[in-house]
């Protein structure tokens, strides 16, 4: 009897026993038995400092896994020192659309290496990432760099492995590191002292005196105008109004010409008329002293034979007596 009760209490001991294992590594365990965990390494040539273990890792913002060990390994060959960092992704936090059932059974049948790689090819990186400011603690960013070349180091075969970029912190000292700050202080200082030597030139000394005195003449120049602008307005004002009267002037002499135009053109209408008549009398009077059967012409015709004879009458007189002058004094013989 006493053997079997100590067989059963020695099993429901190891019951217990194993219970409780189950029940810590569920507690304490955060139930990484009951779930899918991949590792993965990564080797940064930042510094790691503020990267510690349980470092959250995040792909663009979601928390998918975390940093799980870090180390520093000697190389034999040459002394050489890099840092791996592990990480785990928790499976569970990256799942497929449901459309994509032939990717998913890719992934069951090539494997979880042949598809990370297959993201890697796609441009997955992993980069620091500052998680705060104050406390200066990193995690690690997994995103997308398609322009980023993969550089695998290959060190953990036992591990797939991750490539990294260049975290924006470390991209930005670089670009500090790589700006001539000795060159930009030379050329500052030069410049600096350009402008000393030059302020304290005796040419600028009298240039600002110089600039001093025509401020003044300008001043008294300015004063000199603002009084004789008034005088200026008030003449202004008044060839204005002087100018104004005569437009009205202007103005009203059209008018009355635009009113006498009408009478105007009305007499010189009557007068062409007239002028008409007359040239039309003139006209006739002149038909009546040209025609062929005008008396008048007739008696002028007689008139100038009359005229004719006379004149060889008095031209024969002229010969007779230029032949015979005593004529005149005896008369003409018989």
């Known amino acids: 009897m006493s053997k079997q009760a100590n067989t059963k209490v020695i099993g429901a001991f190891v019951v217990g026993a194993v219970a409780l294992v189950i029940a810590g590594i569920l507690l304490f365990g955060s139930g990484k038995l009951l779930s899918r965990q991949r590792k993965v390494v990564l080797f940064f040539d930042d510094s790691v400092s503020g990267l510690s273990i349980g470092a959250p890792v995040d792909f663009r913002g979601v928390k998918i896994g975390r940093v799980t060990d870090i180390n520093v390994v000697l190389e034999k060959k040459d002394f050489s020192l890099r840092i791996p960092v592990f990480i785990e992704i928790e499976a569970e936090r990256v799942r497929f659309d449901s459309s994509e059932n032939d990717l998913a059974e890719l992934v069951q049948t090539a494997g979880q290496n042949t598809f990370l790689e297959m993201l890697v090819k796609r441009g997955l990186r992993a980069q620091l990432e500052m998680q705060s400011f104050v406390t200066g603690q990193l995690g690690i960013h997994l995103?997308?760099?398609?322009?980023?070349?993969?550089?695998?180091?290959?060190?953990?075969?036992?591990?797939?492995?991750?490539?990294?970029?260049?975290?924006?912190?470390?991209?930005?000292?670089?670009?500090?590191?790589?700006?001539?700050?000795?060159?930009?202080?030379?050329?500052?200082?030069?410049?600096?002292?350009?402008?000393?030597?030059?302020?304290?030139?005796?040419?600028?000394?009298?240039?600002?005196?110089?600039?001093?005195?025509?401020?003044?003449?300008?001043?008294?120049?300015?004063?000199?105008?603002?009084?004789?602008?008034?005088?200026?307005?008030?003449?202004?004002?008044?060839?204005?109004?002087?100018?104004?009267?005569?437009?009205?002037?202007?103005?009203?002499?059209?008018?009355?010409?635009?009113?006498?135009?009408?009478?105007?053109?009305?007499?010189?209408?009557?007068?062409?008329?007239?002028?008409?008549?007359?040239?039309?009398?003139?006209?006739?009077a002149i038909d009546g002293f040209t025609g062929d059967n005008s008396p008048v012409r007739l008696e002028l015709m007689k008139t100038l034979d009359e005229f004719a004879s006379a004149a060889r009458s008095f031209r024969i007189l002229a010969d007779y007596l230029e032949s015979h002058p005593e004529a005149l004094v005896r008369g003409k013989g018989k």
């Open 143 to 284: 995103d997308f760099f398609p322009d980023k070349p993969a550089r695998l180091v290959g060190a953990e075969p036992g591990y797939p492995e991750i490539p990294t970029v260049d975290s924006s912190l470390s991209e930005l000292t670089k670009t500090v590191q790589n700006i001539p700050l000795a060159d930009i202080t030379d050329k500052l200082t030069k410049i600096l002292n350009g402008i000393e030597q030059l302020i304290n030139s005796p040419d600028t000394k009298d240039t600002i005196a110089t600039l001093n005195q025509t401020v003044k003449a300008m001043h008294t120049l300015l004063v000199n105008l603002d009084g004789q602008v008034k005088p200026l307005a008030k003449s202004a004002d008044l060839a204005l109004g002087e100018s104004q009267v005569a437009l009205a002037n202007v103005s009203k002499l059209a008018r009355n010409i635009n009113e006498r135009i009408p009478r105007i053109a009305a007499g010189l209408e009557d007068t062409v008329k007239g002028a008409g008549v007359t040239i039309k009398g003139a006209n006739k």
